[in-house]
């Protein structure tokens, strides 16, 4: 197995990670929406903007990692 190969699978595999942790990230963000934070956050609507990208983030990475591990491995 060739570097490139090992890089291909190692993507891959992250990227299956972080398909795996998206559902714990939505359950984070169901706190988020559902405790008040008013005493604690300032901003709220910045609070729970960072908090929904959190989720989408990952979901972005997880995609490229898993359809284009052959481009990211040359």
């Not at 190969?5 to 998206?22: C, P, T, V």
């Not at 901003?43 to 591990?69: D, Q, R, T």
Request: charged content about 15%; aromatic content about 14%; glycine content about 2%.
């Amino acid at each position: 197995m060739d570097k490139r190969k090992f890089i291909e699978i190692a993507s891959r595999i992250y990227g299956l990670y972080l398909l795996i942790q998206i559902p714990l990230a939505l359950s984070a963000l169901l706190s988020v929406f559902s405790i008040d934070h008013g005493q604690f956050v300032k901003n709220p609507f910045l609070y729970k903007s960072f908090a929904v990208m959190h989720p989408v983030i990952y979901l972005a990475i997880a995609i490229c990692l898993i359809f284009k591990a052959e481009y990211i491995s040359k």
